[in-house]
């Protein structure tokens, strides 16, 4: 049961943060998201419920107020469970009650029956921790004065402000906090840079540094991932990186940043003709993606991207090979087995050529509907999961049960066979299971690990970006009545409503050489996302248009582009 005290404090606290008329907020994959100066009461809300979260599970619960890469007017706010990951999806329907209250007696009386049905006392005997993050947006510091007034309506929870940070900072000092282990800014940094050290120290002595890629030039898209990696540079040793687009000018991921670049398939402002064939990187507003490119023309802006699904197809070749030098036999002996289960996971828009690729080498993938919450749960169900969306959100997840046996085997081979290829490619592995944000897709780690990886492997930019080549795809959206008409199965690659649609789709698939479509509701908006690749980018075309068109004889669209 909720204290009086409890009751009257949350009743007052709320009444400063009426919600704004006519709106109404969702929390989707990335959490609650709108324009920045309507946003007030939904992250008092999200204090609360962050607090709530926290009492809860008895651990410490992050609350980061970013857009990610929306525009510099955009705010939101997201939770990050105790292990570092996304807030639980069980909590997501609280979580939108609880932002569209229509008043404070309604939030207090939803707090209160939801406290009774969880079993989390609101009578003050329990404390709770939130950390506290924001990134550079000018909404932000209000915004996060909302938070803490949101924390401090619930008795016992404290807030913790941990500053100005990249999302995927916060969300690793979540982790390590309920980990017991150090969780400052500086602690991020130097796990970092010593991991990353460790893996340039472990380069075989038969590899020749590539002279042609000196340095690596990374936009830092106008947001806090170019002012925290200026900081990590100086801890830095055995990489040259120079930073563009850092903040100092320019607008927050206005013609810049990884969301950008990916989309467009164009070098960001502040790069031409004077980087032509050099390796260059693009962070996202809040450093949680990454994609690389190189520009391939002096007179424009046209770039070879390498995505997502290439970042994932380098570690997964480099992991693999570890994994296969470990498992070796050694002077005839067959050392102790250390089964470690890889897996790859990606969602139905993972290019068709990455696909192929990684079964071709002999690696098992599987998928996942749309979705960072989903990709991120089925990885945690391998020994060592790899998942990275094409948009260069992803991460790798090494189980503890897998690390203790690998940490375990490294300790033996450094008694009985130090310094031999063995004991390298597991310490290679630890070190790699260190640099890594195991918690969250990381653009500041994931950089250091893709440099670090081809470093080892002794290769260029272009011989990374030669794994495949690329299907030739095309995208478009379809507006209808109701996004809820179709339903689909098979992580998003059937449809299964409306009866009869799936059957025209693949009809009109067949026609194509490798041609390969879905479609899927948003998840935010009454529009159905086309997704098609064939063997030419006409084919592409005209695969996507057919079946936009399928969906508008079906489902009946106002608009589509």
Known sequence: ???????????????????????????????????????????????????????????????????????????????????????????????????????S??????VVQFAERENI????????????????RPTGEPLLEAAKQGINSIIGAVAVDMGILTTPQLHWMVRSRNKGSKASEFDYYAQLSKSFRCLIDLIPENIVKNEGDPKVLVDGANGVGGEKLEELKKMLKGLDIEVRNSGKKGVLNDGVGADYVQK???????????????????????????????????????????DGDKILSLFAVFIKEQLGILCRKENGDVLNSLPAR???????????????YLKQIGLEVVFTPTGVKYLHKKAAEYDIGIYFEANGHGTIIFSEEFLSLLDARCNELSVSSAGSEHHKAALRLLAISQLINQAVGDALSGLLLVEAVLSNMGWSTERWSQLYVDLPSRQ???????????????????????????????AETAKYPRGRCFIRPSGTEDIIRVYAEASTQEAADHLAHSVMQLVDQFLGSTDSQ
């Open 105 to 110: 007696q309604h939030l207090l009386d939803l």
């Open 1 to 103: 049961m909720a204290s009086e005290k409890q009751r009257s404090l949350l009743l007052e606290s709320a009444s400063r943060f009426p919600i704004p008329p006519g709106v109404r907020f969702s929390y989707g994959t990335a959490g609650f998201r709108s324009d920045g100066l309507i946003l007030g009461s939904t992250v008092f809300r999200a204090g609360v419920l962050a607090a709530l979260r926290s009492i809860k599970t008895g651990q410490a619960i992050g609350l980061m107020i970013t857009a990610s890469h929306n525009p510099i007017f955009d705010n939101g706010v997201k939770i990050a469970d105790p292990d570092g990951g996304m807030m639980t999806q069980k909590w997501e329907p609280f979580a939108d009650a609880l932002a569209n209250a229509p008043d």
């Open 264 to 306: 467009e398939k164009v070098a960001p402002l502040g790069f031409g003709s004077d980087d032509v064939g050099l390796r260059c990187a693009s962070l996202d507003g809040d450093a949680d993606r990454l994609v690389y490119f190189r520009v391939l023309s002096a007179s424009n802006n046209i770039i070879d991207l390498i």
């Open 342 to 356: 890889l897996g790859i996971v990606q969602t139905a828009y993972a290019n068709g050529a990455s696909t192929d």
């Open 476 to 506: 478009l959206k379809v507006k209808v009545a109701d996004r809820n008409a179709v339903v689909t199965a098979n992580a998003e690659t059937q449809v299964v409503k409306p009866p009869g649609l799936q059957k025209l789709i693949d």
């Open 121 to 136: 006392p609101l009578s003050g005997t329990q404390s709770a921790e939130i950390l506290l993050g924001r990134d550079t």
